[in-house]
């Protein structure tokens, strides 16, 4: 189980001759990572497991009386790869379950690739993975590494609980992509329990006809793992949009033990999407789009039209992340306003901000923002900016939030103020009409 991406980087760092710590929860292929770059740079390497490492017999060497005249004295073998020098990288695992003394014999060794002073010419790094011992999920009988340990390493790399996908992709074929959905789609209770190293066992022993019960516990959705691999093949799922087939193609999607799957596979293709998102509900859609590397929310965007504006402005102001509101910002399916001159005035008028206000403070306040982006004056006014936002944001009867917020708070966080927020005039104009339909009495216009 190896990320590509994390791979080429492990490599980049050992190249250059740095240490590096894999950080990371159980089962998420530190281990196979690591394997997997010295293999690719045709590393001569050692693995060791820490947990159960005696320092000084794997390293230092064991002792021999050795006989000069008629004097003996006592010196060390070492091992045939340090006494050759043969050795161009270490992986050190569970590196934080090992005992104190190991911990200590191994410092030498990381920071100067010497053992006892012999130097380790062709050595050019020692890679090391650990359990976090402050993990917020899973608890780890692991060591915590003191100040002196952690500054011995150069880089750390952070692993998230989650699968690698092109890995699996290219492991199982269409059977791992179906196993990254059902597996994407599982509540978290359940996802903690089965690790991307236990799904990988479950799909072997699947693949073998072996005894899958064995690996995944009736509490781990076993049913639902292989529901989702009875599935038709994708060519159906691509044959009804060729054809146009929308009833058959409805129908496969509202079959529950099918729907999974065919959002995992219409996920990835634009044409299937055009074809398949309009028959999908839009909560449904909404979910899909949640998942991690999802890629059906692009295709929100771009195929979606009005259909799924309320729905994409709901998730933005949900989540209010980057990876999200970015390319809403892009999208023609909102209209932005453009920036002018604000005058003193109108920055005082803001804090007269009402409902049948709202278009006109909006407008100013993007202007006003932009303005102070391009004159480098934007943190001296940031607390002023979001005070602003409070008050605009006080309008929950006509849940302007969900329209209007999302945008700039995740512009304001990342100070890169590219469009703020989204005033769709269509939508605006409704909420409009709304509240003026309730006979409120309005303060003057900006």
Not at 80 to 105: H, L
Not at 228 to 255: H, Q, R
Request: charged letters at 30%.
């Amino acid at each position: 189980m190896y990320s590509r991406i994390l791979v080429d980087r492990i490599k980049a760092h050992i190249t250059r001759g740095t240490s590096v710590v894999l950080r990371g929860p159980h089962g998420v292929g530190k281990t196979a990572m690591v394997k997997q770059a010295f293999d690719e740079l045709a590393y001569n390497s050692l693995y060791f497991s820490a947990s159960t490492m005696d320092p000084y017999i794997e390293l230092v060497g064991v002792p021999r009386s050795v006989k000069d005249g008629k004097i003996y004295f006592l010196d060390m073998v070492k091992r045939r790869e340090f006494a050759n020098d043969e050795i161009d990288a270490i992986f050190i695992d569970e590196y934080n379950r090992s005992p104190k003394e190991v911990r200590n014999a191994l410092l030498e060794l990381i920071q100067y690739k010497t053992i006892h002073g012999y130097k380790l010419n062709r050595l050019k790094a020692v890679v090391i993975a650990i359990n976090p011992d402050d993990h917020p999920i899973f608890e780890y009988d692991v060591e915590k590494l003191d100040s002196t340990q952690k500054d011995k390493f150069q880089a750390f790399i952070d692993l998230k609980f989650e699968l690698s996908e092109d890995y699996i992709a290219e492991r199982y074929g269409n059977m791992g992509l179906r196993a990254i959905s059902w597996w994407n789609n599982l509540p978290d209770a359940i996802r903690y329990k089965v690790s991307p190293r236990r799904l990988c066992w479950a799909l072997d022993e699947i693949k073998s006809e072996g005894y899958v019960e064995d690996i995944l516990a009736d509490d781990m959705d076993r049913e639902g793992l292989l529901s989702v691999l009875s599935v038709e093949d994708d060519s159906t799922i691509k044959k009804y949009a060729e054809e146009n087939d929308a009833e058959n193609a409805k129908k496969l999607i509202n079959d529950l033990s099918k729907h999974k799957v065919v959002m995992s596979i219409i996920d990835g293709d634009s044409e299937l999407c055009e074809f398949y998102l309009p028959l999908i509900k839009s909560n449904d859609v909404l979910g899909q789009a949640a998942k991690n590397n999802a890629k059906i929310y692009d295709h929100m965007l771009k195929y979606g039209g009005t259909r799924y504006k309320k729905v994409l402005c709901e998730m933005l102001s949900a989540t209010k992340e980057s990876k999200f509101v970015k390319p809403a910002l892009k999208s023609e399916l909102f209209d932005f306003p453009k920036a002018k001159e604000v005058s003193n005035e109108e920055l005082q008028a803001l804090e007269l901000i009402n409902f049948s206000s709202l278009a006109k403070s909006t407008e100013i306040l993007y202007s006003w923002v932009v303005s102070c982006k391009a004159n480098g004056n934007m943190k001296q006014n940031k607390k002023a900016i979001q005070k602003v936002i409070e008050s605009l944001s006080s309008f929950d009867d006509a849940k302007l939030s969900t329209t209007h917020y999302p945008f700039i708070y995740a512009e304001l966080k990342d100070e890169k103020i590219k469009g703020l927020f989204e005033i769709s005039n269509a939508l605006f104009q409704i909420k409009l009409k709304q509240y003026k339909a309730k006979k409120v009495v309005e303060a003057p216009n900006v």
